[in-house]
């Protein structure tokens, strides 16, 4: 959910960065469209193949590290016993009860209790590079339609302010989203996701607006 809003949050800022930098350049609306489409697909397209690529990497890391795993308890069970029930022992229980709940984990699933217990990994439940790649790419396609609907909708005079506000009302609630779901101070993520979305239209419109007096 965190990672949706964050996703959501980015495909806000970047594309009303561009459209807004457009607007400044610009008054047509074909072009603003075209860019803005654009911009969308190619933000998209990015975060998806960013975030199957890195989570295809912890994927690996994963399965290899099962691999290890695998091979230590079929070379070396009486060690890995002993390593299970240290770990055990070290969060609190005493020694006879660490050591029977080693060899009843073991018994049931030995490398289902190593892999949870030593590497923090679920055997049935490894990383999904696709899923990542899919939510990356739908939330970030549903934070640019945002601005992109506010730039292209209203007429000529009044797109930029109306894009500006629609987003920072947008980046208010996305930035109270992810503190809530992070448990961090609200204020502080509202204000600097406000701050550097505004910053960004800012420099843009500039960038573009000095960009048309030249052309």
């Known amino acids: 959910m965190r990672a949706g809003v964050l996703g959501a949050n980015d495909g806000i800022v970047s594309t009303a960065g561009l459209v807004v930098g457009v607007a400044g350049a610009t008054g047509s609306r074909d072009t603003l469209i075209a860019s803005g489409l654009a911009g969308l697909l190619a933000g998209a397209l990015s975060m998806a193949s ?20 695998k091979h230590e308890l079929a070379t070396m069970p009486e060690e890995e016993l002993a390593e299970l029930a240290g770990m055990y022992e070290a969060k609190g229980l005493t020694p006879e009860l660490a050591r029977e709940v080693a060899h009843e984990l ?39 339609v945002l601005p992109l609907l506010a730039i292209v909708l209203p007429p000529d005079g009044w797109r930029v302010p109306v894009t500006v506000g629609c987003v920072l009302v947008a980046l208010v609630v996305t930035g109270w989203l992810s503190a ?25 419109y500039l960038a573009g607006s000095l960009l048309g007096a030249v052309a």
């Open 50 to 69: 960013g975030e199957y690529v890195s989570v295809s990497s912890q994927l690996d890391a994963e399965r290899a590290a099962l691999a290890q795993e």
């Open 106 to 144: 073991t018994a049931r699933d030995a490398l289902g209790a190593h892999a949870e217990t030593e590497l923090g990994i679920d055997p049935e439940e490894l990383t999904n590079p696709w899923h990542a790649a899919l939510a990356s790419f739908v939330a970030f396609t549903v934070g640019a």
């Open 180 to 204: 809530r779901l992070g448990s961090a101070p609200i204020g502080r993520a509202i204000l600097r996701n406000v701050a550097g979305g505004a910053l960004a239209m800012a420099v843009t």
